[in-house]
């Protein structure tokens, strides 16, 4: 079956643009999760979702970051007025509804703020 | 907070030989242990997964281990092929939060098999 998918693969955006990055989890899967991973950084976890329920954003960067999941599948992650910082590869993750189980990634969207 | 360390972060072996990757966490009170191969400008592929009440998981050539009270991971690759060349990375599920989390990645350790 179809594994996570993730759009555009690639973003080159200028600066104190807002963009949007789309996340659809593997068919069933009601975790979704969402992480960054940037030079030096590593990968760090922003924001999870289970099924239709309010995520923590306790996770997320900075107040220009913001997500959402309609109907309990696909997500968008949002970012506001880009900084440099936020250069990244940003991944998607999805899992079965118990949470202790296997991440599935999907191949992440670069991002390149000029 | 949980920090996750992995050594070595580079390792560069002849085909053919068995090799050991490790893995540290802090806080011992973790769901699971994932361990993750990452190819040049992919994704991750999830390679296995221990549960905290278990002591290793085997896929293959692969055997990872988890002594989850000292917070120590290994994961051993048997017979090295050129095709395992990739970066590894560890990840824990952490217990706080009810698993309502995300994981917690190490740097990863840089592999290459020579042919």
């Known amino acids: 079956g179809a594994g996570v998918s993730q759009s555009p693969s690639n973003k080159v955006t200028e600066k104190g643009k807002d963009v949007e990055l789309r996340c659809d989890p593997i068919s069933g899967h009601t975790a979704l999760y969402w992480y960054r991973q940037s030079l030096g950084q590593g990968l760090e976890f922003l924001i999870y979702?289970?099924?239709?329920?309010?995520?923590?954003k306790s996770g997320l960067p900075s107040d220009r970051f913001s997500a959402e999941r309609t109907g309990g599948s696909v997500s968008t992650l949002t970012i506001q007025r880009t900084q440099q910082e936020d250069s990244a590869v940003y991944l998607c993750?999805?899992?079965?509804?118990?949470?202790?189980?296997?991440?599935?990634f999907g191949p992440g969207t670069r991002l390149l703020v000029l | 907070k949980q920090e996750v360390t992995q050594i070595p972060a580079a390792l560069s072996v002849p085909e053919g030989e068995n090799l050991v990757l490790n893995c540290s966490f802090t806080?011992?009170?973790?769901?699971?242990l994932q361990w993750f191969r990452q190819d040049p400008g992919k994704g991750l592929t999830s390679l296995l997964l221990i549960q905290s009440s278990q002591r290793e998981q085997t896929s293959g050539r692969l055997n990872a281990s988890l002594d989850k009270s000292s917070g120590r991971s290994t994961l051993y690759i048997a017979a090295s092929q050129p095709g395992d060349s990739a970066t590894y990375l560890c990840a824990v599920l952490p217990f706080v939060g009810g698993g309502a989390d995300g994981l917690t990645f190490g740097k990863g350790t840089h592999l290459i098999i020579q042919p």
């Open positions: 993750a999805s899992s079965t509804r118990y949470l202790a189980e296997t991440q599935y």
């Open positions: 979702f289970q099924g239709n329920s309010a995520p923590d």
């Open positions: 806080d011992s009170a973790i769901y699971n």
